[in-house]
DNA sequence: CCGATCGTCAACCGAATGGTTGAATATGCT
DNA sequence: AGCATATTCAACCATTCGGTTGACGATCGG
């Protein structure tokens, strides 16, 4: 079973991945333009935007025949409570870490 | 290259590694009994204390036989400032974002 | 010293990862 | 229609990953 914890953090642990979730940062962005600053084929950042895609960490759509790239921070939320009980647990919400302690022990 | 964030998202996404850690939240363990929750060889949960000890995400002390896990939860706060300047922009110092930015985009 | 316990190492396995290239598909332009 | 652009697909390759098993070294207890 892969989780979607799982692959959040799977996704961001490549340093291309971040660069990109970086630049989208700025704006949305055409596949062909993500890929310009990198070392690397079409075909490569186009998986590594799939990857992002299915980790729901950015959302693509196309248009005639761009497609674009869209940042969807909201998708980070569930890796962020659950990295944040670690290092600022007095930060955190009690019953979020409840939940998050149940679900991680128990399923 | 694979730098520390690399490692330290490489190391959260998987699920034993993060009950593993989510265990040493309440108590240092020795390896034999973090390995014991788990459907998986001794050899299997070495590796993975490896993986994390390499992430820093815990330390390992020997004292006679016994091995000894440590949490060590400061390892995750690079992990943090970068995935928090994404859900949570306006909870973020600007020097930070700053340093953050200009380190994923020119290095 | 002996036997049990703690933990790692080495070799192996199948599956996934990150990359390549070349062909294919879809859309836009003229 | 015909060419160029945008993107993905398919096949391939080397490497890494997550697991196994069996042997091994270190330490404790009697």
Avoid: Y
Wanted: hydrophobic share 50%; glycine share 6%.
């Amino acid at each position: 079973m892969s989780t979607a914890l799982d692959m959040t953090f799977a996704a961001l642990a490549d340093g291309t991945r971040r660069a990109i979730l970086t630049m989208l940062l700025e704006d949305d962005m055409a596949v062909t333009d993500v890929a310009e600053p990198f070392d690397m084929s079409l075909a490569a950042i186009s998986k590594h935007l799939g990857i992002l895609t299915r980790a729901g960490l950015i959302s693509q759509e196309k248009r005639g025949r761009v497609k674009w790239c869209k940042l969807e921070p909201q998708a980070m939320r569930e890796a962020i409570v659950w990295i944040e009980s670690f290092g600022q647990l007095e930060a955190l919400n009690f019953d979020a870490f409840e939940q998050f302690l149940s679900k991680e022990l128990g399923g």
